[in-house]
Each structure stands twice: as structure tokens, then as C-alpha cells.
């Protein structure tokens, strides 16, 4: 039985695609869920802030950065996801 070389390329391709797309999936999830309670948390920390219960208090760019930073990652994901589907249906069409 000889072993063709295209089909061990893409073997080896489509187990980096896997492996790249599972901790995506992963990070993507976890974002998902801090965006969900990023704004109670932040709510929160300006009630404890108001009331003087914070010795050290997060400057406002940082908060308003905080907010973005889930978007950024879910964007990032999204756009490496979409260049993993690319080079998934370039290996399924080419080799």
C-alpha cells in the first residue's frame, strides 16, 4: 500500500485546522460569556467605587476599554475562523 502525498498533506492540514479551531471555539465561548456579565460588573464596581468601597479605582478609559475587548476577540475569532474555512475548503477542492 503506498500512501499518496497529497493525502498525508491533508491529513496533516485538516489536523491543524482542528487543532486551531477547537481553543477558537473555546475562547469564543468564554468572551460570550463575559460579555454577558461585563456590564453588571462594571455596574457594580461603579456602585462599590460611589460608595467608597474600592481602594484602587479603574481609570474610565480602562472601563470603556474593557467593554470593547470582548468584541475585539469575538472579531478576531470570527475572521481566523473564516481564513481556517477557507484553507478547510481550499484542501478539500485542491488535493
Not at 9 to 17: F, H, L, Y
Not at 37 to 55: C, R, S, T
Not at 57 to 67: A, C, E, G, K, W
Amino acid at each position: 500500500m503506498t500512501i499518496d502525498k497529497n493525502d498525508t498533506v491533508k491529513t496533516i492540514v485538516q489536523q491543524i485546522i482542528h487543532d486551531f479551531r477547537t481553543p477558537l471555539i473555546a475562547i469564543k465561548s468564554g468572551a460570550s460569556g463575559i460579555d454577558g456579565y461585563l456590564p453588571v460588573l462594571i455596574e457594580g464596581y461603579q456602585h462599590a467605587k460611589n460608595a467608597e468601597l474600592i481602594e484602587k479605582s479603574i481609570q474610565p478609559r480602562h472601563l470603556n476599554t474593557l467593554s470593547c475587548i470582548v468584541k475585539n476577540i469575538e472579531a478576531s475569532i470570527n475572521e481566523m475562523s473564516g481564513k481556517l474555512d477557507e484553507l478547510e475548503r481550499y484542501i478539500k477542492n485542491h488535493m
